[in-house]
């Protein structure tokens, strides 16, 4: 589902970005990434948290998708030519990601997964894409914070078949993705690694 202009002006400031690298020290202090590795980040936005990844994991090859155009445009704009060399940008769903099975070390996901209708279906994607052993790096809120009377009507995000908590870790562990740390605030949302497993 894309962003509506009130979601596209919260993702697309500065105090998301420091939001961002505060949330992506916490990762590589959890879950450090050897260097080289391939990363996909669904719902790249601008592109800021695509920037800050490569800075502070230093991958072989970053893919950065969404799935909306004109996101995609927006971190065109943003990524300076020295960011495009290990950067991709493609526009994309969550739920068909366009890489074959097994072929990446880490996906990152920035408040993503609560915009997809069946996000059981996105995790299935994101796990068949890792490699055994890969990283999914998470950051997700629950429907008290989007689906209260004042969010509903400035926010856009679907209302049937939403997670908490506990439907998210289940739904992780279906997948074979366990989650190895987690700093979560109940009833608002997780930040989280989970490893596939093996």
């Known amino acids: 589902m894309k962003l509506n202009w009130a979601e596209r002006w919260v993702v697309n400031n500065p105090t998301r970005v420091a939001e961002q690298k505060l949330e992506i020290k916490w990762f590589k202090k959890c879950m450090p990434l050897a260097r080289g590795a391939r990363i996909l980040e669904i719902g790249c936005g601008r592109g800021a948290g695509a920037k800050i990844i490569r800075r502070a994991f230093r991958p072989a090859a970053l893919h950065a998708q969404d799935l909306d155009m004109e996101m995609i445009r927006k971190a065109r704009r943003y990524l300076k030519a020295a960011d495009g060399k290990t950067i991709s940008l493609s526009v994309g769903d969550a739920v068909r990601l366009p890489f074959k ?10 408040g993503f997964l609560h915009h997809v209708p069946d996000w059981q279906a996105a995790l ?7 490699k055994p052993g890969g990283v999914y790096f998470i950051e997700e809120l629950y429907p008290a914070l989007y689906q209260n009377f004042i969010a509903r009507r400035i926010v856009v995000h679907p209302r049937d078949n ?11 562990n279906r997948t074979g993705l366990n989650i190895k740390a987690a700093l979560e605030f109940k009833f608002l949302g ?9």
């Open 101 to 110: 099975a097994l072929s990446l070390d880490a996906v990152f996901g920035f």
């Open 162 to 172: 939403r997670f908490v908590g506990p439907d998210l870790k289940a739904a992780l």
């Open 190 to 198: 997780i930040l989280g690694v989970a490893v596939k497993d093996v």
């Open 124 to 130: 299935v994607e994101i796990a068949r894409v890792l």
